[in-house]
C-alpha cells in the first residue's frame, strides 16, 4: 500500500506521464506490464478523476493473467507460463487498493468497483469460453471450479462480493443491476458468477434481481399480451431473460426464499394503487411464468392456497380499470399459463371450478366473491378446455418421420387424478359436472391407451344412480371412435383390479350392478350395451370366480351380470365345470337366505350355461340333484335331517361309548342282504331306540316355494326346442323335456340313494326276490320317506319318457316295502298311514306318468283313499305283477317323430285283462263309494 503513495505532485506528474506514454521518464524505456500496472494502481490511489482511465487499463493485467493460466492448463508438460505467475503480486496489489476504498468509503466506490469487475469478468468468461481448458457452458460446477481456480478471477469475485455486502443494508440496487447488465450480456457463460454470487446472497440477490427486474419492466412498457412471445419481450425487456436466468439457477437450492419473495411482490401489489410498478407487479410475474417453467411450478401451489375470497376481490378491484382489450389478454395469458402448468394442475382446476360455480344463499358473510371474479374463472374454465382441446386435436402423430406429439403439462399432471376427477364429475353439480366431464374425455383422448379405460372403470365402479351411469356412457360415445378396443380393454382393467383386492365389496357391488343395467338397455347392435356384453363374456370364467364370494351382495350382483350376460360359443370345459359347481352352490345358497331376486338370477344363469352343450346340462343337473339331497339343504324342501342329528347328538357326550359309528361302518363295509348277519341300526345301547327327529317347524309356504322354484329350474334346464316340436301342439299334461336330461337325473338318484346297483339292473324281478334286497329296499323307503322331493324329481324323470326305466331299483324298492307296509297294516282305513297313502299314489302315478303301467293300472291310485290297506295291498300286488311280466325297458317305447316324444303302445304286451280282475272287484265290493269311478277303472281303452 505504501509503494501506491506519491510524495509530491512533480512524483504524481511523472507517474501520470508514464502511465500515459507506457514509457519509463528515467530510461525512456518501454514500462513492462507489471510496473505499467503500478502506474495504474498509483493514479487509482492519488487520482480519484483518472479512476475509470485506471481501472480500465488494470483490465488487460488481468487479460494477461487469466490467458496464461489457461495457457498453464493447456501445455502437455505442465511448465508455467512466463507472464501469468509474475502478475501475482501485481493482482495482490489491486485487490489491497480496491479492498481498502471500498471500506472506507462504500457509498462511493461500491457502486463502480462491484460494475467494474462484475463486467471483467463477463468479459473474461465470454472471450476464453472456446478454449480447449475451459468447460462447456452448461457444466456449471466445472465452469465454477476453473475460474474460482484462477487468482485474477477469484479477485475479481472477492471484489464484487465486498462491495455487495458493504451496500447491502443500504441500497444494493446498484451492484444488483450491474450483475443483471453483464448477464444480458455475457449469458450462459456469465452463468458461474450469478451462481456463486446467488449462493452466498441468496435472499438479497433474489430480492434485489426481482426489483430490478420489474423497474426495467416498467421503464420498458411492455404489455401483458407480449408476454405470449417472450422472444419478442427479451427484445424490449433486456434484464428481464438474466432474471429468469438467475433465479433459475438459485432455484435449485433456494426455491422457498424464491416462492416467498414472488408471493411477496404479488400481495404487495393488491393494495391501494401507489405507482406505476405496483400495477405492473402482476404482468411481470405473468411475464416470468411464461419465460420460465420452473418459476411457474415453485409459485403455482402456494399461489392458489392464498387466492381467499379478499385476495380475489382485491385481484378485480385492481384489473377493474383495464380496457376490455387489455383484461381479454391477461385471461388468454393465464389459459396459456394453465395449460402449460405441471406442478399443482389438478389444485388449480378445483379451484377455478368452485370460485365459478355459482353463490350459494348460505355462503358465510365476507367468504362470498366478487360476481365479476365468478365470471372471470368461468370464462378462464371456458377459454382453458377450448385451448386443451385444440392442443389435443391438433397434435402431431408421432412416427419415423414425425417429431414426437408436443405435450401438455397440464394433462400431463391430471393424469394422476383420474379417479378424483371421476368422483367430482359424479357428484352433479350444475356447471361443474359438465366441465370436468369434457376434461375427461379430452384427457381420455390425450393419455391413449392409458387413460380412457381407467377414466371408464372409475365412472362405472363409482356411478350410484342411472343418470349418474349415463355420463359413462356419454363418455365412451365421446371416446369411441377415438380410441380402439376401449370396452374390452376396460373390462380387462375390471378383472386385473378384481384379481389384485384393488376394489372395495362396496364397489365391486356397484361395478357389476352397473355393467347389467347398461347391458339391459335397449339399444342397437353396435351400441355399448351390445359390445360391453360380449367384453363381459369373454372374461366369464374371472367373474365366475365371484359366484362363491363370502358377501352375498358381491355374489348377487355377480350372479345378476352373468345372467344378462350371452355366453360365449366356445368354452373351455374345465372353466365351464368350475361355473356350474359355483353357480349350483350359489343356488342353494340364496335359497338358504331367502333371496327371491338372488333365486332369480341363478336361476336364468344355469338356464343359460345348460343350453350351452350337453354336457352342461348333465353337470348341471347331476350337481343340482346332489346338492338337493344334500343333508344340509334337504330341510329346504320339507325334507328331515334324522341321520345327521342322529349323528350330531351320539357326540355329544365324548365321554360315553358309541357303537354308532362301529355299527355304520360295519353295516356299509360288507353287504349282507337276505343273510341272517343283516344289522339294521334301530339305537345305541343304553340310549334306546334312535330318537325320531323331525324338521323343525319350517313354513308350508317356503317349502312349496323352494320346491317350486328347483323343479323350474330343472325342467328349464332340461327342456329345449332342439329336441321337441311346437310347444303349442302337446297336450296340456305334456311337458317338453329333454329324455337324455331325465336320464341323466334317473342316474344320479340311482347312484345316491343306491350307490351299490348298478344301471343294467332294469328286468323286474320275482317278487320273492325281495326276500335278498330288505336292506335295500329299506333304505330306499327311507331316503324317500326322509326327502319329499324325491317324489318330484321321480315324476319329474317320468316326463323324459324313457328315462323312468332307469329308476327301476328305485321303484322296486318303494314298491316292495309299500306292499309290506299295506300286507301288515291293521287299520281299517288307509288315512290312518298318510304318507304311505300319499306315497303309493305317487308311486303309480309316476308309473302312469311313465308310461310302464297302462292308463287303467295308472289310474287306480284315485281310489286308495277310500279302500282298506289289504285291499290296497292286493292292487299294488297286481301292478307288481304287470310290471314282472312286461319289464320297463327303453325297448319297449317307440319315438313319434310328430310330437317329438316317446310312447308305448301298451297292445303290444297282450290282454292286461288278467291284471285287472282285483281291480274289478275291489270296485265291486265298493260299488257304493266308487261307482262313479267304475266307468273309468273298467276297461282298457
Known sequence: MAAAVVGSSQELAQEIKAFISGVDPVHGNK???????????????????????????????????????????????????????????????????????????????????????????????????GRHSVPHASSLNELLQLWMSCKATRMLMDSYTQCLSSMISTCPDACVDALLDTSVQHSPHFDWVVAHIGSSFPNTIISRVLSCGLKDFCMHGVAPPDALFPTAADKRIPKIASVVGILGHLASRHSESIKQELLKMFHDSLGPVRDQQQKATVPFLLQLAVMSPMLLSIISAELVDSLKPSVLNQLHQHFASLPREDLENIVSLIVHLISQMSNGAYRILQF?????????????????????????????IQLLLLNLQKLVYSRNSASLVDAAPRSVPFLDELKRHIKDLCVETLRLERKRFLWQHQLLGLLSIYCNPSCAPDALFYMLTLAKSQEELSLAAQLYAVLTSSVSNLLPTTIK???????????????????????????QWEEGPSSMS?????????????????????????????????????????????????IIRSAVHQFFLVLHRKCATGIGYISKLLAQLSAVSSLSVKAILQQLVEGALHRGN??????????????????????????QDINQRFGTAVNFSGSIWSVFHAGIIGHGLKPCHTLQEQEQSEILYN???????????????????????????????????????????????????????????????????????????KRFKENPLLFQLLHFVGLGRPALCYCSVLLRGLLATLMTHWEGSRDEHTTNSPWHLQASCALVACLGEGYLLPPVLSNMHEIFSQLAPFEVHLLLLSVWEYLKDNSPLPQKFIFNADKGLFFRDFARDGDIGKYLSVLHSVLHKNIEKLGLLSGRLQAYP
Open 707 to 781: 320346491t317350486q322354484k328347483f323343479m323350474s329350474l330343472i325342467i328349464q334346464c332340461c327342456s329345449g326346442g332342439r329336441y321337441h316340436m311346437d310347444p303349442t301342439q302337446l297336450q296340456p299334461h305334456e311337458v317338453l323335456v329333454n329324455p337324455e336330461a331325465a336320464k341323466t337325473v334317473a342316474v344320479v338318484l340311482v347312484e345316491l340313494i343306491c350307490p351299490d346297483v348298478t344301471n343294467s339292473e332294469l328286468a323286474w324281478p320275482p317278487e320273492e326276490h325281495t326276500r335278498n334286497t330288505v336292506e335295500r329296499d329299506i333304505q330306499i323307503y
Open 530 to 578: 351390445s359390445h360391453l356384453a360380449l367384453s363381459v363374456s369373454s372374461h366369464l370364467c374371472d367373474f365366475g370366480q365371484l359366484l362363491l364370494h363370502q358377501n352375498p351382495d358381491v355374489s348377487k350382483a355377480v350372479t345378476l351380470l352373468l345372467s344378462v350376460c350371452p355366453l360365449p360359443k366356445a368354452i373351455r370345459p374345465a372353466h365351464l365345470l368350475v
Open 31 to 129: 514500462l513492462p506490464l507489471k510496473e505499467h500496472a503500478r502506474c495504474a494502481i498509483v493514479l487509482l490511489w492519488n487520482l480519484p478523476p483518472a479512476r475509470n482511465a485506471a481501472l480500465d487499463h488494470l483490465r488487460g493485467v488481468f487479460d494477461e493473467y487469466v490467458s496464461g493460466y489457461l495457457l498453464e492448463l493447456e501445455s502437455e508438460n505442465g511448465t508455467r507460463a512466463i507472464i501469468g505467475p509474475s502478475l501475482d503480486d501485481i493482482i495482490q496489489e489491486i485487490q489491497s487498493v480496491l479492498s481498502e476504498f471500498i471500506r472506507v468509503n462504500p457509498k462511493v466506490w461500491a457502486p463502480v468497483v462491484s460494475a467494474w469487475s462484475i463486467d471483467l469478468m463477463g468479459q473474461l468468461s465470454s472471450k476464453y469460453a
Open 634 to 659: 334337504i330341510h329346504l324342501f320339507g325334507g328331515s335331517v334324522e341321520a345327521w342329528t342322529w349323528e350330531k347328538n351320539s357326540l355329544e357326550d365324548s365321554n360315553k361309548t358309541s357303537l
Open 352 to 380: 377455478l371450478v368452485n370460485t365459478a360455480m355459482p353463490a350459494s344463499v348460505i355462503t358465510t358473510p365476507g367468504l362470498a366473491v366478487h360476481d365479476g371474479v365468478r365470471e372471470a374463472c368461468d370464462r378462464i
Open 493 to 519: 382393467k375390471c378383472v386385473s383390479q378384481i384379481h389384485s383386492g384393488s376394489i372395495s365389496e362396496q364397489h365391486l357391488i356397484q361395478l357389476f350392478g352397473n355393467l347389467a343395467l347398461i347391458i
